[in-house]
């Protein structure tokens, strides 16, 4: 079992950034690729970008490409969002997860854990 947790999530004006983590806890000794999902009321939870064990892969969504950064450090079981030129359409909760096949998928189903979710909020 792994267990995620969010941080780093708030309130940001337009352009701006913010950076999240996902630290994991458990059995964290397993090669795990994680990805980062958003969701907004009504809707299904969206693909952001993910990133392999390794850190040598990432990939990303076309709407967050070249503003958004997966990165991790395993040494601190930790994998990192970082947000850049923040809109008002990036408001979301945003979810971390991690499957156990070290590759990175866009779907939801394919993640075995997740963590609780962070609110991001980007005022216009």
């Known amino acids: 079992q792994v267990q995620l947790v969010e941080s780093g999530g708030g309130l940001v004006q337009a352009g701006g950034s913010l950076r999240l983590s996902c630290v994991a806890s458990g059995r964290t000794s397993s090669s795990y690729a994680t990805g980062w999902f958003r969701q907004t009321p009504g809707k299904e939870r969206e693909f952001v970008g993910g990133?392999?064990?390794?850190?040598?892969?990432?990939y990303y969504a076309d709407s967050v490409k070249g503003r958004f950064t997966i990165s991790r450090d395993n040494a601190k079981n930790t994998v990192y969002l970082q947000m850049d030129s923040l809109k008002p359409e990036d408001t979301a909760v945003y979810y971390c997860?991690?499957?156990?096949?070290?590759?990175?998928?866009?779907?939801?189903?394919?993640?075995?854990?997740w963590g609780q979710g962070t609110q991001v909020t980007v005022s216009s």
């Open positions: 990133i392999t064990w390794s850190g040598a892969r990432t």
């Open positions: 997860a991690a499957n156990g096949r070290n590759n990175v998928y866009s779907v939801t189903r394919n993640y075995d854990y």
